[in-house]
């Protein structure tokens, strides 16, 4: 991880770390604040804990993004304080909807200038967004708002497994990761496993980001804790819960970002810090999924 966070997130890059609140790599932004990245502008369409600790750890000057918070608890603190106090310093806000930053992602990865859609209409976004603008239709002549295409100097997503060549599998949950990779410059895929190419190849519609896109391969179990792994292991409800009282006070973020990330080497002393009865917790059943006949 640390070697890949070095080769292909700079200083100032636009950064999108992806996954809808199934693995989202908490590890990749870990190694990101270890290294004191900075100036970045942090693109993502739910920013929450982990763009909250890249913040707090003054890593962004920018955030783009659509909603923001931590799910199922409340605020971001980090964000606010940013925002409404400056500290650790100001950050920049981008906002559109869901489906707006969505668009521009698709847009992105097809490598078109924008993408039109209907949902702004009756929104105030386009009033604080001078990147939200209106087309004509060339085919009815209607109006439509349009968003920008965008395309990250790097996506980071965090799959399940891959193969060596970068070929990612993912089941369960998904975001935009397929988009956002295929949207970015260099693409890093963070895995709970490497696994061998005919495992890959012997269900190749699982596959969702190709190996041909993709710059490297991270394998780091556990890496999107507190977020989970379909199959691997579940979300740690607890730490969202936890994170709240964390973030509230600066003094509290700084010893958790001191104890938790700038104090250790890599996410595998994370994982023994965090100790087995969290693993245990954490722990999923098995619930294999059914065999399919590629055969022809």
Request: hydrophobic content about 45%.
């Amino acid at each position: 991880m640390s070697d890949a966070i070095r080769e292909f997130v700079h200083d100032g890059d636009a950064v999108m770390i992806e996954g809808f609140t199934h693995l989202i790599c908490f590890a990749a932004g870990h190694e990101i604040i270890r290294q004191r990245k900075k100036d970045l502008v942090a693109c993502r369409l739910t920013p929450d804990l982990i763009y909250d600790q890249m913040i707090a750890a003054g890593c962004v000057r920018k955030l783009v993004f659509s909603w923001a918070g931590n799910p199922g608890v409340g605020p971001l603190h980090a964000l606010r304080r940013a925002v409404e106090k400056g500290r650790p310093h100001s950050i920049e806000l981008e906002e559109y909807s869901h489906f707006g930053m969505a668009m521009r992602v698709y847009a992105g990865a097809a490598r078109l200038p924008f993408m039109p859609l209907r949902s702004y209409r009756g929104s105030d976004l386009p009033k604080v967004n001078p990147n939200i603008r209106t087309v004509v239709c060339p085919f009815t002549g209607e109006e439509l708002n349009a968003v920008p295409a965008l395309q990250p100097d790097v996506t980071i997503v965090h799959a399940q497994r891959a193969d060596a060549n970068g070929n990612a599998q993912i089941w369960g949950l998904f975001g935009v990761q397929k988009e956002a990779a295929f949207a970015a410059k260099r693409v890093i895929v963070v895995v709970e496993e490497l696994v061998d190419e005919q495992i890959i190849r012997a269900d190749p519609n699982r596959t969702v980001i190709p190996g041909m896109i993709v710059n490297a391969v991270v394998v780091e179990p556990y890496g999107a804790h507190p977020s989970f792994a379909q199959g691997y292991y579940d979300r740690d409800n607890d730490f969202y819960i936890k994170w709240d009282a964390i973030s509230k006070d600066e003094k509290s973020m700084q010893i958790y970002l001191d104890e938790w990330i700038y104090g250790l080497p890599d996410r595998a002393a994370y994982v023994k810090k965090m100790g087995e009865e969290t693993w245990k917790r954490l722990a999923v059943n098995q619930r294999l999924s059914g065999v399919v006949n590629y055969g022809f």
